[in-house]
């Protein structure tokens, strides 16, 4: 017979007789145990025997050289380490508290997320956690979620209208999309501009799977057409760069032109379409299942006011 959920609910179990009793199995002997915890024998002898009387079970076969734990021993050491285990990580939690949060997180973003929102928030989170190491990856939306449905980072920051059934996803900022162009360009003088005008151009895209690189090529084939791209880049960097030096035009977020445009021979457009005004969405997995690290984190890029 093993010991139900419900069964350990309705006994009064004390933490000190929980690791006793653990100490007991892993050492095979009461002697042993009451050595290692620097307790008497018999004291350990007779909170066992109340448990056991208290629970209506044998706990452990007790013999000459040792104790073996029994069937429901087996199921009580197993739920006495789960307790135990919990307890210390809720001790270690408030600690952090106390003394200063640390731990490491891992977070996926779009090159528009850390070039635009993300240092500020960074500083602002990192001011009140100095002892936080977070780890940022640069990818585009769609391995984004890859890697958090893969557990192989806490969040993920992303654009576009990607399916996560398996993710919680919320909202995060949003943006507007950009044409820029060479200054030398038939357009340069122009303050905005629809998609259908420049649908013929030459293009700098962003690497295939972008976000993106996704809404051009929709626009493109609501027209019937498929963009030229001429080349493709991994950021927006070297993208405003090519269109510098007259390699085609490029879409990007409107804060990414309004910056390359005070500094590369470029000039920026307003993009007179729906699609134009993006969101971007945070993923993870629930809150309550990420450490407390990563959950403050989230929190606090979700807050709008930061």
């Given at each position: 017979?093993?010991?139900?959920?419900?069964?350990?609910?309705?006994?009064?179990?004390?933490?000190?007789?929980?690791?006793?009793?653990?100490?007991?199995?892993?050492?095979?002997?009461?002697?042993?145990?009451?050595?290692?915890?620097?307790?008497?024998?018999?004291?350990?002898?007779?909170?066992?025997?109340?448990?056991?009387?208290?629970?209506?079970?044998?706990?452990?076969?007790?013999?000459?050289?040792?104790?073996?734990?029994?069937?429901?021993?087996?199921?009580?050491l197993r739920h006495a380490r789960n307790v135990l285990r919990d307890l210390s990580q809720l001790?270690?939690?408030?600690?952090?508290?106390?003394?200063?949060?640390?731990?490491?997180?891992?977070?996926?973003?779009?090159?528009?997320?850390?070039?635009?929102?993300?240092?500020?928030?960074?500083?602002?989170?990192?001011?009140?956690?100095?002892?936080?190491?977070?780890?940022?990856?640069?990818?585009?939306?769609?391995?984004?979620?890859?890697?958090?449905?893969?557990?192989?980072?806490?969040?993920?920051?992303?654009?576009?209208?990607?399916?996560?059934?398996?993710?919680?996803?919320?909202?995060?900022?949003?943006?507007?999309?950009?044409?820029?162009?060479?200054?030398?360009?038939r357009l340069a003088k122009r303050e905005i501009v629809r998609f259908a005008e420049v649908a013929?151009?030459?293009?700098?895209?962003?690497?295939?799977?972008?976000?993106?690189?996704?809404?051009?090529?929709?626009?493109?084939?609501?027209?019937?057409?498929?963009?030229?791209?001429?080349?493709?880049?991994?950021?927006?960097?070297?993208?405003?760069?090519?269109?510098?030096?007259?390699?085609?035009?490029?879409?990007?977020?409107?804060?990414?032109?309004?910056?390359?445009?005070?500094?590369?021979?470029?000039?920026?457009?307003?993009?007179?379409?729906?699609?134009?005004?993006?969101?971007?969405?945070?993923?993870?997995?629930?809150?309550?299942?990420?450490?407390?690290?990563?959950?403050?984190?989230?929190?606090?890029?979700?807050?709008?006011?930061?």
């Amino acid at each position: 017979m093993e010991l139900e959920d419900q069964s350990l609910m309705r006994i009064q179990f004390d933490l000190v007789t929980l690791r006793l009793f653990i100490a007991i199995v892993e050492e095979g002997s009461i002697a042993r145990a009451a050595e290692r915890e620097n307790i008497v024998a018999s004291a350990i002898s007779k909170r066992v025997a109340d448990l056991e009387q208290a629970l209506g079970v044998e706990l452990l076969q007790r013999h000459r050289r040792g104790a073996i734990v029994t069937g429901p021993g087996e199921a009580l050491l197993r739920h006495a380490r789960n307790v135990l285990r919990d307890l210390s990580q809720l001790e270690g939690e408030l600690v952090e508290h106390s003394q200063g949060l640390k731990g490491q997180v891992r977070l996926f973003a779009n090159s528009t997320a850390i070039l635009r929102f993300l240092p500020r928030q960074l500083v602002s989170f990192l001011s009140h956690h100095p002892l936080v190491q977070i780890e940022i990856e640069e990818n585009i939306s769609p391995q984004i979620l890859k890697a958090i449905a893969g557990r192989e980072g806490e969040i993920g920051i992303f654009g576009g209208g990607i399916p996560s059934p398996d993710l919680h996803i919320q909202p995060y900022r949003e943006d507007r999309l950009s044409v820029v162009v060479p200054r030398g360009h038939r357009l340069a003088k122009r303050e905005i501009v629809r998609f259908a005008e420049v649908a013929d151009e030459d293009f700098v895209g962003l690497q295939s799977g972008s976000s993106i690189d996704g809404l051009t090529q929709r626009a493109a084939g609501e027209l019937g057409k498929s963009p030229n791209l001429r080349i493709r880049m991994t950021g927006f960097d070297p993208l405003c760069h090519m269109v510098e030096a007259g390699l085609g035009i490029g879409i990007v977020p409107e804060s990414i032109a309004s910056h390359y445009a005070r500094t590369l021979a470029i000039a920026r457009l307003a993009l007179d379409e729906s699609w134009a005004k993006r969101s971007l969405k945070l993923a993870s997995y629930p809150s309550s299942s990420l450490a407390i690290t990563a959950r403050l984190l989230l929190e606090h890029l979700a807050d709008p006011a930061t």
